[in-house]
Every structure is written in C-alpha cells, then in structure tokens.
C-alpha cells in the first residue's frame, strides 16, 4: 500500500514538474497592440460660423471610420489670416476658408496684412460648399443690371462682419468696367444692409454667404430689396479672370421680393491644410470624407450641396498630393 501510495505521488509530482516546464517553454501570446491615434485639430473662427456643424460632423466621421486618428475641433482665436499662418506653421492641420481667400493668402495680395507675405505652404483638400454672391438694390431703385453704373461714381453696402468682400465687389464691379477709385465701399451690419439701400446711402449691396446660412435668415426678414443677376458674359469673365469663382444660383423665393432663380456668381469654402501633412493620412481623410457624406450633409443645411463632383469647382490653389491621390483614384483628375 505504502509502495503504491509513493508511486502515485512520484506520478504526480512529475506531471506537475512537466506542466510547469512546458508553460515555461511553451511560446506566449503577444499583448495586445496599443494602436498609436493620430492626433488631429481642425480649426474653427466660431461656434456661430456655418462652417461649424460641418467640422463637427467630418470630425465625428473621422474619429468613427479611422481608429488610428484622434480628430478634434478647435476654436482659433484671431483673425483668418493669422489662422491659415498657424495652418501653414503646423499649430492646427486644418482651416476652412472661402477659396478666394485662400488664393489671397498662398500669394500674398489684396489683404493688407497679406501683401508681400505670401504662405506658399498652404494647400487643399477640396471645395465643399458654396458662399453665393448676392447683389442687391432696393425695391425702387432704377438699376436692374449693375453694367448700368459704368461710368459712375457709385457707392457700395458691404457687411462689416466680412468687410474682405469689399475686395469681391470691386472685382465683380471690375469686370463691368468700372474702375476702384469709382468705388466708395460703405461698412454697415448686415441687418441695415436694407436700410442703408432704403435710406440712398449706398447705391448697390454686395454680400456673399450661403443661402441656407443663418446671414442668410438675417437678409429673409428684411423688406425693400431686388436682387440683381449677372449676365452670362459677366459669369463666364469672372471665372476667367479670378479662378475662385464658380456659377451660382440663388433659388426662387429664398428672399421677400424674389421670385425668380438669380443667377450669378459663388465662392466655394475650401478645406486648407499645410504641404507638410503626412500624404497617405490626408489621402485617407479625404477619402473617408466622400465616403460617408451623407452623414456630414444631415448636420446642416448648409452641407446640402456637398458633392464629389463639385469638390475641385473653384480651388485657386494647389491640391494637397494626398488628396490628389484620392481625386485621381476617382477619376476627378487624369493621370
């Protein structure tokens, strides 16, 4: 019995032995792989902007399709210019802005702070929206055509919240012959923008926003305007000239007194970001971008029009090679 006894003991003790040896020797499993997140900010002017709900919902996009990427929205503090510098400088990877001042800024010209500091590093990712341009007079007025002031010394109402447009309305005004020193720009809120046309201050009102923006719910409520078209010919040299701008249309009954397409001119708002952006991660940002757009286009009106086909519509300045990459993929641009 007692022989028995040690020999099972002697079995077990070498059974034990053997296991402790084998998970000794035996390979491990490797731990699980902590994946490095990308860190990304996208800067914002403002809670109130139009651009903002849809810098929350391409940031969510991210966030929810690349598991690699920590994407955040942050308001930028300071002027546009100064945020695109921050852009080109790597403080923040992506800035919005309206394609014309995009231009301005990558070259250096018509904004004061910008001439002769041109930021060469800047580059986009694609247009996304449209800022239509409107021209407006009031309900009275005799001008049904803006060529009618050639000729005239002649004073224009701009929307000091974005006075810069002073620059598109010369231009516009331009392409009709009219010199700058012919025109007076008038800086009033956007609110008295009527009024300011009511009153004969200004002659003509040029603004330019989304129609499905809360600017625009501001130009609904007021009474005593008419918005003026833009000839064909106006449209097609506009376009040639200055490459931000694109055809826009002002749908029917978008304003008291308007009841008829106006068609015009638009600004795209363009998504900036700097040369030095990692090729294959701005490839897969744009990419993920037109993949779930219409998760984007439910956060605002003002994403409505979004659109694959019109993301290289009115882009002044050159395509970041990752987006370029994902363009080319698409057929948007042939190799």
């Not at 902590?34 to 990304?40: A, T």
């Not at 914002?44 to 929205?73: F, Q």
């Not at 106006?234 to 200055?242: D, L, S």
């Not at 659109?307 to 363009?327: D, F, M, N």
Request: charged residues 25%.
């Amino acid at each position: 019995m007692n022989k028995r006894l040690t020999i099972l003991i002697v079995i077990l003790v070498a059974i034990a032995l053997g296991g402790i040896v084998w998970n000794f020797w035996s390979p491990k499993p490797a731990p699980p792989s902590v994946v490095e997140k990308k860190v990304i900010t996208f800067a914002e002017g403002a809670l109130t902007s139009p651009c903002y709900p849809i810098t929350s919902a391409i940031v969510k996009v991210w966030n929810t399709y690349l598991p690699d990427v920590a994407a955040s929205s942050e308001l930028a503090p300071g002027r546009l210019v100064d945020n695109l510098k921050e852009v080109e400088e790597g403080k923040y990877n992506f800035r919005w802005a309206m394609s014309n001042l995009a231009f301005y800024s990558y070259n250096g010209i018509k904004i004061k702070e910008l001439k002769g500091k041109p930021m060469k590093s800047l580059r986009t990712i694609g247009a996304f929206w449209n800022h239509e341009v409107h021209i407006v007079v009031g309900a009275n007025s005799p001008i049904t055509d803006i060529s009618a002031l050639k000729g005239k010394k002649i004073k224009v109402a701009v929307a000091a919240e974005k006075k810069w447009i002073a620059i598109t309305a010369k231009e516009i005004l331009g392409i009709q012959g009219i010199p700058e020193e012919d025109v007076e720009i008038v800086l009033v809120p956007l609110s008295e923008i009527a009024q300011t046309l009511k009153a004969g201050d200004a002659d003509i009102g040029i603004v330019a926003f989304s129609v499905a923006s809360k600017q625009a719910d501001i130009l609904k409520k007021a009474t005593g305007l008419k918005f003026l078209p833009l000839s064909e010919d106006t449209i097609q040299k506009a376009k040639k000239k200055f490459p931000y701008y694109v055809e826009g249309i002002i749908p029917a009954n978008t304003y008291q007194n308007q009841p008829d397409d106006v068609k015009g001119l638009a600004i795209k708002g363009t998504i900036i970001v700097s040369k030095d952006m990692d090729s294959d991660l701005v490839y897969r940002l744009t990419k993920t971008i037109f993949a779930h757009l219409d998760k984007i286009k439910e956060a605002t009106p003002v994403a409505k029009d979004m659109s694959l086909e019109g993301a290289l519509e009115g882009i002044a300045i050159p395509l970041h090679p990752g987006a370029e990459k994902y363009y080319s993929e698409v057929g948007l641009i042939s190799n």
